[in-house]
């Protein structure tokens, strides 16, 4: 008798929507089920592989590296799905007997498309089919018009003029991201009051492939239930979703940058009052990363989508590691020298 094959959820959503958070919530409630990750990110550090691993995903008891989970750093499964993705897959192949799951974790700003075709390889084929593709939309994002060239510019106008939102790279992707959607998980609703939710939910509608079911969440808690096992068979489907890209031969980053910041920190909250004010002034999209306080044994997290900041502190630093704190910027334009300066800046100011 064959094996069956393994069923592939791929995680998709902008920077800072919340699907690092959402899995770590499906995978510390998996119910037995064995799950396999791979986790692709855009940017030097792996924030995202990191922050799975520190709930104990990826590692056994003693720390050890458990084959459970597969981190891509190329920044876009769209992009190199050939020259590291498929020799992951081809290793998940392998191991089928004992993998109940895939759950595929896209980069922010990866296209999902491409990857769903990926599955149509023969190779891949015979191995995997997509249970579905599941969209995590930023809620509060969505909300404050921030899918633009200029957000605060374009929100007073965007419902005279349609083509506004089009005219933005971030908009096409986001849109994208929509338009390959099984099931949109609209996140951080915590954030909203009922009439600005129904304002979201219906603008996400006028963007989704009509028939699609959308889910609220805060925080990313879901039952897996609700998220695995859908079934769908998507690689036969995936070419009937247009989407802005379909044209392209080829999709790349070029209007993204992503720089590391290693700011010299003293205080959580003089940190937190910085980096709004260096993301008020640079064209930064997301900030994430980790923080080591004076006098803290454990490692502070720190995530920012736009203007909104939140941290927690996630476990405490190992014997055999240097608390350092070591941040992901990622935007348009960045200068790694220049950001990095203006932030010691901010710090000084906001702590006088």
Known sequence: MPLQKIPATIVTGFLGAG???????????????????????????????????GCGIGCDEQGTPDGRLYELANGCLCCTVQEEFAPVMALLAERREQIDHLVIETSGLALPKPLVQAFQWPTLRTAFTVDAVITVVDAPAVAEGRFADDPAAVDAQRRADDNLDHESPLAELYEDQLATADLIVLNKTDALDADALQAVA???????????KLLQASHGRLAPELLLGLGRGVEDLIDQRRTHHDDE?????????????????????????????????????????????????????????????????????????TPATQLVAIGADLDAAALNHALQQLLAQAAA
């Open 202 to 212: 219906a603008a996400v509608r006028a963007e989704a492939p009509a028939g699609v």
């Open 249 to 321: 031969d080829d999709h790349d980053h070029d209007e993204f940058d992503s720089v590391v910041l290693t700011p010299e920190v003293s205080d959580r909250e003089v940190l937190l009052r910085a980096l709004q004010q260096l993301v008020a002034t640079h064209d930064i999209y997301r900030v994430k990363g980790f923080v080591a306080l004076p006098g803290a044994a454990m490692r502070l997290v720190v995530q920012g989508a736009g203007p909104r900041f939140d941290s927690q502190f996630d476990r405490r630093w190992r014997a055999d590691e």
């Open 19 to 53: 699907k690092t958070t959402l899995l770590r919530h499906l995978l510390t409630h998996a119910g037995g089920r064995r799950i396999a990750v791979i986790v692709n990110e855009f940017g030097a550090l792996g924030i995202d592989g990191e922050l799975l691993r």
